[in-house]
């Protein structure tokens, strides 16, 4: 079982960065892949991006260049920076994680087995 808990969210106008954050707890001793997720009103979770167990990563074409994924093992911390940010990035970020085996394209799927309880990003224009 795999803890996770989302911090950094908030509110910034366009062209502006945030960082977000993800503890990890619970047994994660094993082989997991991370990834961001996002919702907005109205639209379906998507995957923004990934990092596999061997730490190569992946990212969304309407994210790439702006945001990078990244992680501290000794931490169990995974960190989403967003830079450049634009109003269409407003939604509800969630961190995922799964065991090894169920990832793809070096992430989790949209139906990973566990799920942070999400944070807000506004951007405004």
């Known amino acids: 079982e795999v803890q996770l808990a989302e911090s950094g969210g908030g509110s910034v106008q366009s062209g502006g960065s945030l960082r977000l954050s993800c503890a990890a707890s619970?047994?994660?001793?094993?082989?997991?892949?991370f990834g961001w997720f996002r919702q907005a009103p109205g639209k379906d979770r998507e995957r923004v991006a990934g990092?596999?167990?061997?730490?190569?990563?992946s990212y969304a074409d309407s994210v790439k260049g702006r945001f990078t994924i990244s992680q501290d093992n000794a931490k169990n911390t995974l960190f989403l920076q967003m830079d450049s940010l634009k109003p269409e990035d407003t939604a509800i970020y969630y961190c995922?994680?799964?065991?090894?085996?169920?990832?793809?394209?070096?992430?989790?799927?949209?139906?990973?087995?566990?799920w942070g309880q999400g944070t807000q990003v506004t951007v405004s224009s």
């Open positions: 619970g047994h994660t001793g094993g082989h997991y892949c």
């Open positions: 995922a994680a799964d065991w090894a085996p169920n990832c793809r394209g070096a992430g989790p799927r949209n139906g990973a087995a566990y």
């Open positions: 990092i596999d167990a061997d730490e190569s990563t």
